[in-house]
Structure formats: C-alpha cells, structure tokens
C-alpha cells in the first residue's frame, strides 16, 4: 500500500486549532454539498421536467439529509475513559503488533458503519494531537479484517495529558470513498468531539495499550462519543 505520509510525533509544541463546540445544527458539516444540488434538482425536476424526476432527487435529497444527521451527544469525561469515535458494531476486538505507529503490542477495536449508521466521527480520549498520517490504499469491504491493512485510510495518534496514547483509525470502505478530518497536529481535543467524517459506509479501528479494561464485546453496537469502549490503565 502506498503511503503518501509518515506518523510523526510533533517534536514542539503547535498552536491548537479551535473545535467546535457541540451544537443542534442537524446536518454534519459538508453534507450540505451533497445535499443542496440534490434539492435543487428535486425543484427542477417537479416545476420543468416531471414528476417522476422530482419524486427521484426529493428521495435522493431526503436520504442524503439523514445520511449526514448529526445528533448532539452527551460525551462521558472522566480520564481514562476510551469513547467509541463512532456509532457501528465492533466486528473485532484483538491483540496486535502494532507497526506501524505505536510500534508495540497493542489492543484494537475495530468498528464496522454501514451505510444507515451516522458517519460523523469523534474523539475517543482527550488529548493533543500528535501525528496524522493518510494512506492511499484500495477499498475492500470495510467489515473484513484486511480492510485495517490495505484500505485508504487516516490515522490520528492522541495523547493524553497523563502521556498514555491511542491511535484512531479512519477507514474507507467498499462505498466510502472520500475519508474527511477536521484537525491537524498539534489540535488539543476534548473527548467526544467531532473531527472527521467517512462518507458511504466504512470503519474505524482504535489501538489502545494492552493493559487496558476492555468494556465492549464483539456484535454490540456502540454510540460515537457515549458507548466507553474501555478504560486506560
């Protein structure tokens, strides 16, 4: 696989790059590029071409606004709590070497979304962050386990104020094609906040360190920002 970045650990300290705060706004931020020329085509198709036309782009309008839904959450923030960074089912829950980032022994979590599932994505632990990477890769089913490998995919490490750290991983899926994420090294994040996006179905996978309290089995569905996913030891 390709890589067009490196994991680095931030070596000084980088100005933090503002969150925003939660909000009632409905709709995810970029969905509206989807959704207003879906709109506007429904009107198009009703008032010029046909009926059938609009009935077609109001579907597509309708099914795009709830695709991108953005409901406000309620994050837990006691330290060392690990927060699902995504509403899905865990599909795998295992004892890696990870290698690529961490470069140690490791716990992963991985979390399939679906296309019905909301793809906003949120931060799993409180921290700075101190490495992004993006990968280009392939885009294989995202509920098969080569998916963490081979996949396009973004990684974010975060490290908490007590130095423990995790990786969070963004992961295209066979639909997905475009992976979004709205910090940088250096973002000081709080848990449970918003910081990508994964359009069309897709995954994530969280490494955390393997003396951790692992508190969500395989088959359970979890909630970005609310389900705990374990707890830091």
Excluded at 21 to 32: C, D, H, L, V, Y
Excluded at 113 to 140: E, T
Aim: glycine share 10%; proline share 6%; with cysteine.
């Amino acid at each position: 696989m390709q890589r067009t970045n490196t994991l680095n650990t931030a070596a000084e300290p980088a100005v933090a790059l503002a969150v925003a705060p939660e909000t009632q706004f409905p709709i995810a931020k970029g969905g509206m590029i989807f959704i207003a020329p879906t709109a506007a085509l429904a009107f198009i198709g009703c008032v010029w071409i046909g009926p059938g036309t609009g009935i077609f782009f109001t579907v597509m309008t309708l099914f795009l606004a709830w695709f991108f839904r953005d409901p406000r959450r309620s994050p837990p923030q006691d330290d060392g709590l690990l927060l699902s960074p995504a509403d899905g089912m865990v599909v795998d829950i295992a004892r890696v070497e990870e290698t690529r980032f961490l470069k140690q022994q490791t716990i992963k979590i991985s979390i399939f979304l679906n296309i019905f599932d909301i793809h906003v994505n949120r931060v799993p632990m409180a921290g700075k962050v101190v490495g992004i990477a993006y990968n280009k890769g392939r885009f294989f089913a995202a509920n098969v386990p080569k998916a963490s490998l081979e996949n396009e995919q973004n990684a974010l490490m975060i490290e908490a104020p007590s130095g423990r750290r995790v990786v969070c991983v963004q992961i295209a899926g066979l639909i997905a094609r475009r992976i979004v994420c709205w910090v940088r090294e250096g973002s000081i994040l709080h848990s449970g906040e918003r910081f990508g996006l994964i359009r069309f179905g897709s995954r994530v996978d969280v490494f955390l360190p393997t003396t951790s309290q692992i508190r969500v089995a395989c088959g359970e569905r979890v909630i970005g920002g609310e389900t705990i996913l374990g707890v830091l030891k």
